[in-house]
């Protein structure tokens, strides 16, 4: 079965950093296109990076671009997010995202949660002043 397992979370202070980590296994196509999403209390997930063209394009939600990075392992199967100078905003829990097979649109479409087949659990990411 396909797994999407993420790790990484945890409490930090404003400013500070993290690095989640998405690890995939079974029949999921990870190779060429997968996301990183954010959900907080009472509000609806959504997009804030996106990797596809075999890693070579990348894609952030204003709210993260400079201080975000999404990279892949393709030899380990896993996805991470490098979060840096966080703010309380960041506060919610974070989801992977990845397809069953190739899809065209990665870069179009990536961002509606309606466009992948497979979500991690998530892990939780607290930043406080």
Do not use: H
Request: aromatic share 12%.
């Amino acid at each position: 079965q396909v797994q999407l397992v993420e790790s990484g979370g945890g409490s930090v202070q404003a400013g500070g950093s993290l690095r989640l980590s998405c690890v995939a296994s079974g029949a999921t196509y990870s190779s060429y296109c997968m996301s990183w999403f954010r959900q907080a209390p009472g509000k609806e997930r959504e997009s804030i990076a996106v990797i596809y063209s075999g890693g070579g394009t990348t894609y952030y939600a204003d709210s993260v671009k400079g201080r975000f990075t999404i990279f892949q392992d393709n030899a380990k199967n896993t996805l991470y997010l490098q979060m840096n100078s966080l703010k309380p905003e960041d506060t919610a829990m974070y989801y992977c995202a990845a397809l069953s097979r190739p899809k065209a649109g990665c870069g179009m479409s990536g961002s509606r949660t309606s466009f992948w087949d497979y979500w991690g659990q998530g892990t939780q990411v607290s930043v406080s002043t």
